[in-house]
């Protein structure tokens, strides 16, 4: 299959010309083509967006489900956000349970389901500071420990998938589970941790590569303790992850300060979605003020206000809403703060590529890689997407949130 | 008089050639010299440093002692730290006592003292909120009035000594303080406030210009709320005034993140220092915990952990170590932020002079400009100052602190 447009976003180009499929991966980029091809001509073909931070979105999740069945309904729905490969995130849950879903990842794997690519998993705790836990269970946040680690990576029948570990690293242990991971080219980033500014700039060169939901879930930036907050602004050598940019968990101004320190970079913009319908309990969402209640076959949304709602959980169109998706997020983002097409490929796929060291076959448009590509108009409206080489476009669910 | 230096830092260009002064002017620029001249070859002449947030200089204080007596000694001795031109600064008093500090004001402007120029007042308060009121007195920090404004500015014979105001922008009546400000070229700062940044986005169109001491005596960042700090890096439009780099108010790489945002062109760097040995009653330094009491002709402190000294407040060789001078702060801040001789030369001179609009005759080194000139070696320290053409170079007092 060959593509044609006027802007296809290479690493350092933007390229006018066509850009040739074949057996799910980038043949080759043409100035000029003779024979059929589909006609992007105005719109921009971005490499596919790689979310490395996400429980669950619309339809399944792998939080709450820990089953195969969830990454399934991930893969067949992510396109549709804009997403052509994740990261199955994992919270603090008991060990068991973080096991369960390390067995539904390698099954996904193995399974290798169609539409967006599961990469692996990024272990959110257990190693997490409780204090800091946000909406992760206190109960199930734990000290970092060597063996708890070594039992999670030998849990994953494929090795390579154990990819990324969000990670206090104040906690007592945490120099041993790093250098583990960093011995077995797992990538990990501070979060929903308490460690001052010091203890990072200690402790960073054991491998640390960056910050997971940058400014939630950490010490906040004071100007005689710059925290981990701190750290993240100044540190050049290390990656912020920003959640989905609703503009209300970070706002946009602070984001955007953010931005221009680090650059494009220095940042990956991920959704930190959960896919809150398929909730298995009651979920609190404390900063929505809502809560997400199962009832038998149905969710049930109780704001704190009183009103109600009643959703199908495996109804794509009536839960799709919930939350912002990885497309919306970027193009709220792109309101707010000034960047050009490099920047945003670079944020949402070169830098996640390259953080989890898949950027042998993502990340970029070039000859060889992945034919993972996000098609948009020049609003950051959803056009088309490609996952494997293979189109998705379903019309209707296509537009993102 | 003629100065040759290789490294004459212009406003746009290292010169390197001769320099020469008449009648406390900057006479000419000139590549060739046959003449006798003083020689700075390997030195750096920067214009001279204006300090636009300065209570009081080792043996002198405007803050304390509200005389004409104290800007005397200020302006004899702070060339001493580099510095050839400052904004005397009152604080948070009884508009009483206010006034006496004007007068003082107008007093050493008309006898025109030697050494550094007094450029005219900044009022720090009394429209200051006092829950941010940092070191001032609560029972002084009083809500905008424009009639005091006018009764203020009013008390001084010469109306273009009143430069400067600090501010806290959401106490009810700003908007109408800020307005005179405007009207009579008294430049506005956001200071012991607790405005948010909507606050502070909703009001600085009435012309605010900046923030005093960023970060201190103000609403910190946070991501939800970012606050007067997150105003002070977002907004390009306004200038950050800094105190004295000592790395403890605020952290060098607290600093280093707003400068990096801000850039030179954006930063002001002050003292703040108060002449803290000239204290007329006990003061209480939180701080840096200790206490500065007046005891007869000696100035007693007295630190938290018991120790005690004794001091002439009238030696400037035993109280010119109290605080961080100018040229120290800036030696500090050198070393831990990347700067060259055009951001130091920036920050130290020409954005203040343009903020409080004496640019016309300070703030470059140019033809027709004072002779204010501050010469330092490759490691910033203090080498020569002249004050208006004027040559101020006591070998054993001017290497600074």
Chains 1, 2 share one sequence.
Request: hydrophobic share 35%; net charge negative; charged share 30%.
């Amino acid at each position: 299959m060959v593509l044609y447009s006027k802007h296809i976003i290479l690493e350092h180009e933007e390229f006018d010309g066509f850009l040739e499929l074949e057996h799910g991966k980038i043949k080759a980029l043409h100035k000029e083509f003779s024979g059929q091809y589909e006609d992007f001509s105005d719109f921009i073909i971005l490499p596919g967006f790689i979310d490395i931070h996400i429980h669950g979105w619309a339809t399944g999740s792998f939080w709450f489900e820990k089953n195969a069945g969830a990454l399934k309904e991930m893969c067949r729905t992510l396109p549709y956000a804009g997403v052509t490969s994740y990261l199955a995130t994992s919270g603090a849950d008991t060990i068991e349970e973080i096991q369960r879903c390390i067995k539904a990842a390698d099954e996904a794997y193995e399974a290798d389901y169609p539409g967006a690519e599961m990469l692996g998993v990024h272990l959110e705790g257990p190693f997490i500071n409780p204090r800091y836990r946000g909406m992760q269970r206190e109960e199930c946040c734990i000290l970092p420990s060597l063996k708890v680690m070594e039992d999670l990576y030998n849990g994953f029948r494929n090795k390579e998938l154990c990819r990324h570990m969000t990670i206090a690293v104040e906690l007592e242990g945490a120099r041993e589970v790093l250098k583990f991971c960093k011995e077995h080219r797992i990538q990990t980033a501070i979060g929903h941790s308490g460690a001052t500014f010091a203890q990072i700039q200690e402790i960073k060169d054991a491998g640390v590569g960056g910050f997971t939901h940058t400014f939630s879930g950490m010490r906040g930036l004071h100007h005689r303790e710059p925290g981990a907050a701190g750290a993240a602004l100044y540190f050049d050598d290390m990656m912020c992850e920003f959640a989905k940019q609703t503009g209300m968990t970070v706002s946009h101004e602070v984001f955007d300060i953010a931005y221009r320190i680090k650059g494009s970079g220095r940042i990956i913009m991920t959704t930190d979605c959960s896919g809150l319908a398929q909730t298995q309990t009651e979920f609190d969402h404390y900063v929505r003020r809502m809560k997400f209640i199962k009832d038998r076959d149905m969710v049930r949304i109780v704001h704190y206000d009183g009103r109600e709602e009643w959703m199908d959980p495996k109804d794509y169109q009536a839960v799709r809403e919930i939350e912002l998706s990885y497309i919306g997020s970027i193009r709220n983002m792109a309101k707010h703060s000034r960047v050009d097409w490099f920047d945003i490929m670079r944020m949402t796929s070169l830098n996640p590529a390259r953080y989890i060291y898949v950027d042998d076959r993502k990340g970029s448009i070039a000859p060889g890689k992945d034919g993972d590509l996000t098609v948009v108009d020049s609003n950051l409206n959803l056009i088309s997407v490609f996952c494997r080489g293979k189109e998705i476009r379903e019309r209707d669910e296509i537009c993102g949130k």
